[in-house]
């Protein structure tokens, strides 16, 4: 499974979000009343544990590059992780992963708030089909305070996704998840240690499930868009909304109704009819008789548009 192929790429995307998923499962096992800022806390170093083979694929010449835009990024990332453990804490794991799919439609928005970026019709179907498919699921009578978490979370992701291309180019993805987290440590452990829980074995092993698998997650998602162009593939990332239906019912017992199916539609199709216009738009890597207007076309396509896949490459 290199990802050098449509069909290799596809599935790296599928298994990918099942390990999404599966780091969800980790957070959402926590025993309520679980001190978050040590979860958090725990979790970012294990990330920096689990990348310290990779740290050949730093550049040296560019460590600290950027440092401004990665602190930023890194604290709000804190924050969406904050966010997210409140959020599968306390609604229905395809519940909570509907609304984090928000995302990519927050960064359309953002797109045009940030960068003056114009959206097509059908974009701009997607923005209001998909802030209606969140009120549908959620519904103002249920509202709480998991709902907003779980929407600040989505909203952490898309400025995350947002600020990537602030980021030097010089730096691997590796680069930029190692300066992420390591520039996350001081705050966090500043929480946890203000937090003032007793340290426990349960949430190591939690967060160490959850880092494991949200990296390889990360990983496949590497994989998969280094050698396929993003346009042939991205309508796999929405698998993950599957696994997590599945996961919900079958382990949670956690039987997702109309409401719930309705909402998910309303927000996941739109962002796949994105995907499928910009495929039919832009032939597949390593068939395009005109590089040049194919990158003219892509970047016609902006931002918003073209790369709504971007929040979800930065889960971390």
């Not at 609604?91 to 953002?110: D, G, H, K």
């Not at 949430?203 to 042939?232: E, H, K, M, P």
């Not at 996961?247 to 199709?269: K, Q």
């Not at 910009?278 to 931002?303: I, L, M, Q, V, Y």
Request: with cysteine; hydrophobic share 55%; glycine share 8%.
């Amino acid at each position: 499974m290199s990802g050098k192929t449509v069909n290799s790429a596809i599935l790296l995307l599928v298994i990918g979000n099942a390990m999404a998923i599966a780091s969800d499962v980790f957070i959402k096992l926590l025993e309520p009343g679980t001190p978050i800022f040590q979860f958090a806390f725990l979790r970012c170093i294990l990330t920096l544990v689990f990348l310290l083979p990779l740290l050949g694929q730093l550049n040296r010449r560019h460590l600290f590059a950027g440092l401004g835009v990665h602190t930023v990024r890194a604290h709000i990332h804190l924050a969406g992780i904050l966010c997210m453990v409140i959020a599968l804490g306390n609604l229905p794991l395809a519940t909570a992963n509907a609304v984090f799919y928000a995302a990519p439609i927050l960064v359309m928005v953002l797109s045009v708030i940030i960068f003056r970026e114009q959206l097509t019709p059908l974009s701009v179907f997607a923005v209001f089909s998909g802030f209606a498919g969140i009120v549908v699921i959620l519904r103002p009578v249920e509202f709480n305070w998991a709902a907003i978490a779980a929407l600040a979370s989505a909203f952490a992701l898309a400025i995350n996704a947002v600020m990537v291309r602030q980021l030097p180019k010089q730096q691997s993805t590796v680069h930029k998840l190692f300066l992420n987290y390591l520039l996350i440590l001081p705050a966090a452990g500043a929480l946890a240690w203000w937090e003032g829980a007793a340290w426990n074995a349960g949430i190591l092993i939690s967060a160490l499930g959850s880092a494991l698998f949200i990296l390889g997650y990360n990983i496949t998602v590497l994989l998969a868009y280094r050698q396929v162009d993003a346009n042939q593939v991205t309508s796999a990332e929405y698998t993950g909304l599957i696994w997590a239906v599945a996961i919900g019912w079958i382990w949670f017992g956690e039987v997702p109704d109309l409401w719930f199916l309705a909402g998910s539609l309303m927000i996941v199709v739109p962002l796949i009819l994105i995907g499928l216009r910009h495929r039919r738009r832009s032939p597949a890597r390593g068939f395009n008789p005109d590089t040049r207007r194919a990158k003219k076309e892509e970047r016609k396509a902006g931002f918003s548009d073209g790369n709504h896949r971007l929040a979800h490459e930065c889960r971390e």
